[in-house]
């Protein structure tokens, strides 16, 4: 199992980022998928998940209205839309693969985890 998140950068309060997550080595229809992030002397935090059979999503609060995720099958790829940055935002994104049952937000519930991308919003 591999993931790779990519797409993260530098951007100014107010912008937009996407990062998508490139998934192999499994079946990627069969999971909900997950991002979580860290900020720098901080735990890492659940941002959004995407359950893999009823397409239902969750979101932190903190970031509800702002992030999207979504995913793209054919392409094995999960996506985190993120829209009116904060500077708060800034921190390393990692998307996962969940396997658990009824916490998407718990990160426990997920086994495999993507390198991270870094994401810095200036203000």
């Known amino acids: 199992v591999q993931l790779q998140a990519s797409g993260g950068g530098l951007v100014q309060a107010g912008g937009s980022l996407r990062l998508p997550c490139a998934a192999s080595?499994?079946?990627?229809?069969?999971?909900?998928m997950g991002w979580f992030r860290q900020a720098p002397g901080k735990e890492r935090e659940f941002v959004a998940a995407?359950?893999?059979?009823?397409?239902?999503?969750y979101y932190a609060d903190s970031v509800k209205g702002r992030f999207t995720i979504s995913r793209d099958n054919a392409k094995n790829t999960v996506y985190l839309q993120m829209n009116s940055l904060k500077p708060e935002d800034t921190a390393v994104y990692y998307c996962?693969?969940?396997?658990?049952?009824?916490?998407?937000?718990?990160?426990?519930?997920?086994?495999?985890w993507g390198q991270g991308t870094q994401v810095t919003v200036s203000s």
């Open positions: 080595g499994f079946t990627f229809d069969d999971y909900g």
């Open positions: 995407l359950n893999w059979s009823s397409g239902s999503t």
């Open positions: 996962a693969r969940h396997v658990g049952w009824g916490r998407p937000q718990a990160p426990d519930e997920y086994d495999f």
